[in-house]
């Protein structure tokens, strides 16, 4: 009679919880099973992840600027530009553009990849002389990679 009441008690708390009935075995009683899942099932929020561009991490220093971006395919970098203060990573359809505050050396600039990870690091061009006719233009290119 105690395992009766222990056995509805149990149930309804199941079923409270889980909003669904809890099965029985062939005795009437409460069958419990454990499955072990190797890989997580798929939710809403995952999707959404995997289908936004690649999340981006930007640490400015006294001498460049590094560029941390996560998600990029070693097979698919992008073309990374400089023009007017802005670096624009081109991934062929979707550009991700970074204000760079100084003049960039698109010559000392690199990118390199890493188990999904870019780094790129944008570094500031040396201060030149008044008589050096390029000191009022900002540094165009293509950063390469390393």
Request: proline share 5%.
């Amino acid at each position: 009679m105690i395992e009766d009441e222990f056995d509805k008690i149990v149930r309804q708390m199941f079923e409270h919880f889980f909003g669904t009935t809890m099965p029985k075995g062939t005795e009437g009683r409460a069958v419990f099973e454990y499955r072990a899942m190797a890989v997580p099932q798929p939710t809403p929020r995952m999707d959404e992840r995997d289908s936004a561009q690649p999340e981006a991490e930007r640490i400015d220093l006294d001498d460049r600027v590094v560029i941390v971006v996560d998600g990029v395919e070693d097979a698919h970098r992008p073309e990374i530009r400089v023009k007017g203060g802005k670096v624009t990573l081109d991934f062929g359809g979707q550009d991700m553009v970074f204000d760079i505050p100084f003049s960039v050396d698109v010559d000392q600039s690199y990118a390199t990849v890493r188990n999904g990870v870019l780094e790129l690091n944008v570094v500031k061009s040396e201060e030149r002389g008044q008589d050096d006719s390029h000191s009022d233009t900002e540094e165009e290119g293509t950063i390469g990679y390393r």
